[in-house]
């Protein structure tokens, strides 16, 4: 997330959205879990997540407009359709803010209007590109366009622009937010996709130089395909000097505060100067820049590249941000290669479903409080903090048992552990839109305007002290996922999220704790995973570890990132361990927790037997069912190269570390997942 809290990342379990309500039986069977679904051919030894979910995923077949399907895809079109109707009702709305949803929404659904414009809405911002003379005039521009990009460019750490500013917390003063700058500006997802020798990356780059190539026929630019050659070959540049995903995680290297003035010195060749006042924040001091190396190689890069390459990779970039809100031409370009190219789906989404991803960006708070008053009963509130109390005193208790563990290291950690605030449904203050001007019938206006309105607020917020009570930008209460906001000490469990498979107030306990508490358990996790361990209890980016510490820590977690490297979801594509390290040591932390939470939640009773199932069992394949993904082959190779969380597959069979899934369901030596008990992976 690159607008809010940039510099201490949250971490997710997923993205979708969804939403909750109360109900006398469960959703799903008897107890939460649908026993059909399993598949009583493979052993669960062999491959966990095909037996749990072996029958549910020969019964599945991908919507032709998505890239994947599972549970969290159902709950996120389910939610799409209450956000629709809340926002068809805004229309007519008593409040002000509401017939501001309704008029952005309507503005969105009226492709008459948006065709009838035709290309006039960016001609303004060509005409300034072709104009462009000097490195001056290539900064300002830069910079001015920043400010009012469209809000789904601004998601990610791929900027429209080599540059990605942003502000957010800084890590070594957690109440304090600070300015800081990263890498961007490439068009395919990742450097590797430009540099890969993969014949499957070479068709990527060809599908991108397709797209170039129509962009610049669309926008009535001669030469479109030398144009797109020269595009082409400066991002191949760009990307040469980026940072790979797994570094970019990595809290001590991307954490270099430095004052305009190094900064230039640093990276000569580029108008600092010039783009930081564009932004509106000159001599701002620090800075903090997240890839030293990267914006080195990009100065050098923008002083080597003509002023002509200059305007047709200005222009390319624009026109890309900028295509889902320009005539059905421009919508099918960006399609074809976004959609069909790089993610595999064959057909685009309904128009009324693109506009509900955009308020949820553009006023996601304004939907977010009437969806969480629609949608989110307060018993599963109540149920789901008191789980959280629960799963919390078992991460302590487990803290307190730690062998590699220096006493003094414990107190501190158990004080982080206490530290944490936890909001579960929505967040406890709400944003007011009164400064966003809504025009009706004005798309591309009023997606500029909204983008002007995020960046304007998110750069307020260098005059004030951070405010933990806020949810980050992306998350909603119609989210689904669960967050860790890094240095800020903070979990976020939003409502779209409490709903099954992952909670249901009447599923069997097991099931919950297996689903929503190992969820909650790895958020809880993620602040003493491979980077949230270098955060103390105050959120402060400081060595609170001792060295012996740090050297068991680093040696488990270095066992987990090999395990899971050693994995082969495509042939030929293994998972990244480092890069889906912190994702799966939450994992790892969330269940033995969870499981603890359970066990103690018996209060020494022994767990009936449910539908021939004791109580491990259901904790166990609650959580794989939680996992229950399938992946479009061009989709899953864009996340095993760019996503930090591993294949759900995979995820699902992280139970091979833990001793009592071995009890529960009789794995045995010669059973391909099993791990002697000296090669299980203990963190926690």
Known sequence: MRRSSWLGMALAVSLTAGGAQAASAPEIGTTGIDPGNIDHNV?????????????????????????????????????????????EGAKAAATPEARKMGAFYAAYMD?????????????????????????ADI?????????????????????????????????????????????GGLGLPDREYYLSADPKMATAREAYRVYLTRLFTLTGFAQAEMRADRVM????????????????????????????????????????????????????????????????????????TPVQTWRDYLAARVANAEAPYLTKAFVD???????????????????????????????????????????????????????????????????????????????????????????????????SYAALKVLRGDLYGDVS??????????????????????WGFTTEPQTVNAFNYGNLLKLAFPAGYVAPPYFDPAADPAVNYGGIGSTIGHEISHSFDDQGAKLDERGRLITWWTPADAQAFQASTTALADQFSAYQPLAGVHEKGRLTLGENTGDLGGLVAALDAYHASLKGRAAPVIDGLTGD?????????????????????????????????YRADTVRNIDAWYAAFDVKPGDKLYLAPDRRVRIW
Not at 148 to 168: D, H, K, Y
Request: net charge positive.
């Open 139 to 183: 900064a300002r521009f830069m910079a001015d366009f920043e400010r009012r990009q469209p809000l789904t460019a601004a998601i990610g750490s791929q900027s429209v622009f080599p540059i990605s500013p942003g502000v957010g917390a800084d890590l070594k003063d957690p109440t304090r937010n600070t300015f800081g700058l990263g890498q």
């Open 617 to 649: 069992q259901r904790f166990f394949i609650a959580y794989a069912q939680a996992h229950r993904w399938i992946y479009r082959e061009n989709f899953l190779r864009q996340l095993l190269a760019t996503d930090p969380h591993g294949a759900d597959p």
């Open 233 to 304: 070959a400066f991002e191949t540049e760009l990307a040469k000097g980026h940072w790979t995903r797994a570094d970019l995680r990595d809290f001590d290297k991307t954490y270099n505060p430095m004052s305009e003035a190094q900064l230039a010195a640093m990276a000569p060749g580029f108008d600092w100067s010039g783009y930081l006042r564009g932004l509106g924040v000159p001599g701002i001091d620090p800075i903090i820049v997240g890839q030293p190396t990267a914006m080195s190689a990009f100065a050098k890069l923008a002083s080597a």
């Open 333 to 431: 370009a960006d399609f074809e290669f976004h959609g069909k190219a790089l993610s595999g789906v064959p057909e685009l989404r309904a128009r009324w479903k693109r506009a509900v991803d955009l308020m949820n960006l553009c006023m996601g708070d304004a939907i977010g409080r009437e969806y969480a008053r629609r949608y989110f009963p307060p018993q599963a509130k109540a149920q789901v903090e008191a789980m959280i109390g629960e799963i919390k005193t078992a991460f302590a208790h487990r803290i307190d048992q730690l062998t590699w563990m220096a006493p003094e290291t414990k107190l501190r950690a158990k004080a982080k552990l206490a530290a944490l605030k936890v909001e579960v449904g929505y967040p406890d203050t709400w944003r």
């Open 111 to 135: 492709e008459a209007a948006v065709e009838a414009k035709g290309i006039a809405p960016l001609r303004p911002d060509l005409a300034r590109i072709a104009a462009l003379k000097t490195p």
């Open 449 to 470: 305007r909204s983008g002007a309105f995020e960046e304007a607020y998110q750069f307020d917020k260098l005059k004030r002290p951070v405010d933990r009570s806020e």
């Open 43 to 87: 052993r669960p030894g062999d491959d966990f997540w095909g037996y749990v979910n072996g029958g549910w995923a020969r019964a599945q077949t991908i919507p032709p407009d998505r890239s994947y399907w599972g549970d969290a895809a159902r709950l996120r079109e389910q939610s799409a359709a209450r956000v629709r109707e809340i926002l």
